[in-house]
């Protein structure tokens, strides 16, 4: 009788126990905007997981494909592009009208590939904003005094900075350009080297888009039409621009820039 009642308690010690158990919160990732939220979760155990935006660089020529080096007509004249760089700075995604910016900043190359700006969260990318050049404040700062790893750095392998004048180079475009239609490009007198610059040049760019963010990598292909850049632009007369020698030609280039950006 008396292992009956010992028999009879150890149950109900159990029973307890299992009904303690059951009362207890569920972990799990409690954030909506995470990869993994877990509905039925009650308690966030920091296992959360986000989406990553990166995004690709993709010039083009009125939408047709474009390959650096090759000869294109814009402007009805023979163009030749051998390289296209830009400062990206003050990155922002909306997703789900909610805006997301990155404090990170970006030089973009021929060969910069895809890039990493962060952790976001879950929804529908609704708008893409940023800015081609660098606010003023990091512009006139001197490159010696910022982290190597940072692309404005004095020691970035592709740091675009006029080292004898505050700021850097925004944008750059280098090639040439047929200027006598003679099928050929003279070195010395048809080369082109377009350097925009200075505060008052900066941009800042918009896009529309409609895009899930739901995935671990989910990539932002931002266009870029060459043929848009160059509108209404002189180029047989315009060869350079410099900030001593035709600035008036990089401001009327810059004022370009929200057009010629677009996304996938």
Not at 51 to 67: E, K, M, R, Y
Request: glycine share 6%.
């Amino acid at each position: 009788m008396m292992y009956s009642k010992k028999i009879i308690i150890l149950l109900c010690s159990l029973s307890m126990l299992l009904v303690l158990a059951s009362c207890g919160d569920k972990e799990g990732c409690t954030d909506m905007g995470a990869l993994n939220f877990d509905a039925d979760a009650e308690e966030s155990a920091d296992v959360c997981e986000y989406p990553n935006i990166n995004f690709h660089f993709h010039p083009n020529l009125s939408g047709d494909a474009f390959v650096y080096g090759n000869t294109y007509m814009i402007n009805g004249l023979d163009v030749r592009i051998d390289q296209i760089r830009f400062y990206m700075t003050e990155l922002e995604v909306t997703i789900d009208d909610a805006p997301q910016t990155f404090d990170k900043q970006f030089i973009v190359t021929e060969t910069s590939g895809d890039q990493t700006a962060g952790e976001a969260l879950v929804g529908t990318l609704s708008k893409v904003a940023f800015n081609i050049g660098v606010p003023e404040a990091l512009n006139n700062a001197d490159p010696a005094l910022l982290p190597s790893d940072n692309p404005l750095s004095a020691d970035s392998p592709n740091i675009q900075h006029w080292s004898w004048t505050a700021g850097y180079k925004f944008l750059v475009i280098e090639g040439a350009v047929d200027t006598n239609a003679d099928g050929t490009f003279d070195i010395d007198t048809e080369s082109m080297s377009i350097h925009c610059g200075f505060n008052d040049n900066l941009k800042r760019i918009e896009l529309n888009a409609d895009q899930s963010i739901d995935k671990e990598n989910n990539e932002l292909h931002l266009e870029f039409d060459v043929a848009k850049f160059f509108t209404n632009y002189d180029l047989a007369n315009n060869l350079f621009s410099r900030p001593s020698n035709n600035p008036e030609a990089a401001t009327d280039l810059m004022n370009n820039v929200q057009n010629a950006f677009g996304i996938e």
